[in-house]
């Protein structure tokens, strides 16, 4: 007799929650592999997780599995960035029917019950449900047919105009490490895509790229993406309007004085 039949429900817990930088999803690359960013998980305390991470840490990468904490619908059929709508199955969408994902990233250091891992596409709090290790003679089959994606893999150079460059030492000097890795991760991939990316056409050829209260203006030439200037969201009224949710104006109000 069968063990689940069908309609049957299962109940996983999670293991711990990932600290991020990427907190919107535009934020987040389309694959991990395509990004810069690092994040920390931190396991949960009294589960005796402790002894299951020995002999982790001579694996390079390892897969996570976790939970699309952010969707509470699915789709049967999503359109891809190639544009053409196919099944869910077919996809890496996170509209699915149990919200499951996976994440092949590379493991830098574990310290007590706090996991290191760069190359991350996982979204601040994401819920982690377990942990696997990558193993390249069973995982990967680079030779396999890729359906829809083998037109799809063209990435683009990313380059930084001087007074660009400026700007961004600038905001790193305050604590902003993470819009380099931002910029890479969503400029890399279909830099004009304003259907599926904070982004503005402003002219031909030219377009700007929202990073939360940040605007990064950039220009496409053959098979680059060139940032040209970073400016503040805020408009002069708003900037002294007395309001600061996002508690950055200051750092804007520090920025617009040593770039305007």
Known sequence: MDNFKEGD????H???????????RQ??????????VTAELHLYGGANFEPALEGLI???RVWLIFHF????????????PAGTKIGVFASRSPYRPNGIGMSCVRLEKI????????GIDLLDGTP???IKPYLPYADAFPDSRTGWTASDNHTWDIDWSEKAQQQLNFLCDQGM?????????QLRDNPPDEKRKRIHVLSESRYAICYRTWILEYRLTDSTVTIEQIYSGYTPQTLLDGMDPYEDKELHQLYNQAFT
């Open 9 to 12: 429900s299962l109940e996983y």
């Open 14 to 24: 999670p293991i711990g929650r990932l600290s991020s930088p990427l907190l919107q």
């Open 27 to 36: 934020e987040s690359p389309r694959q991990g592999s395509l990004s810069d």
């Open 58 to 60: 001579e694996f390079e």
């Open 69 to 80: 904490d952010r969707n509470d619908t699915w789709n049967p059929k999503v359109r891809p």
């Open 111 to 118: 310290e007590g019950r706090v996991l290191t891992f760069s």
């Open 128 to 130: 982690v449900l377990d």
């Open 177 to 185: 490490q993470s819009l380099e890795p931002f910029a890479n991760s």
